[in-house]
């Protein structure tokens, strides 16, 4: 279940705008970070944002994050080692989840491993040797901080 600190933290890294938009890749975004393109709407979804096309409200807006937070959560609890880690690491992966989708979250192989055995500087260390750091830099810096020291710091 989303908590209202995750969806804080979300809201912060991605911004919400309520009318739809392209984001850098050319897809169609709204909300908290929703990229309708490869994460559709489901069918209580559809219902609940209606003529999504002209804009939504803030209410679903934060409906689809919670509905996009649940559902990577669901997806992390697959790594076996996931339920294992403090509530601050958890937030780093379901971050990085939530921008590079469960799929790219895998791709960072060595950064897992290192977090499965507790290696926090080797796995922050790892995180930003990627695109993602090139593309996201002051979002992967933070990120990989919270990674390495278990500790959230904004700025």
């Not at 984001?23 to 003529?51: H, M, Q, S, W, Y």
């Not at 799929?103 to 491993?113: H, I, N, S, T, Y």
Request: glycine share 10%.
């Amino acid at each position: 279940m989303a908590e209202d600190w995750e969806m804080r933290r979300l809201i912060f890294h991605e911004g919400m705008r309520l009318q739809p938009y392209k984001d850098t890749r050319g897809f169609t975004t709204i909300g908290v970070g929703r990229c309708v393109d490869t994460n559709p709407f489901t069918k209580a979804e559809l219902k609940a944002v209606g003529d999504w096309q002209h804009g939504i409200s803030k209410n679903a807006a934060l409906m689809l994050l919670r509905n996009d937070i649940d559902r990577c959560k669901k997806e992390l609890a697959g790594l076996d080692f996931y339920g294992g880690l403090d509530l601050e690491r958890k937030y780093a992966l379901l971050d990085m989840c939530f921008q590079l989708g469960f799929k790219g979250l895998k791709g960072f192989q060595r950064m897992l491993e290192a977090m499965r055995w507790g290696k926090w500087a080797t796995a922050a260390a790892e995180c930003l040797k990627s695109d993602y750091a090139q593309q996201t830099p002051a979002r992967a810096k933070r990120i990989a901080r919270l990674i390495k020291e278990g500790i959230w710091l904004r700025e």
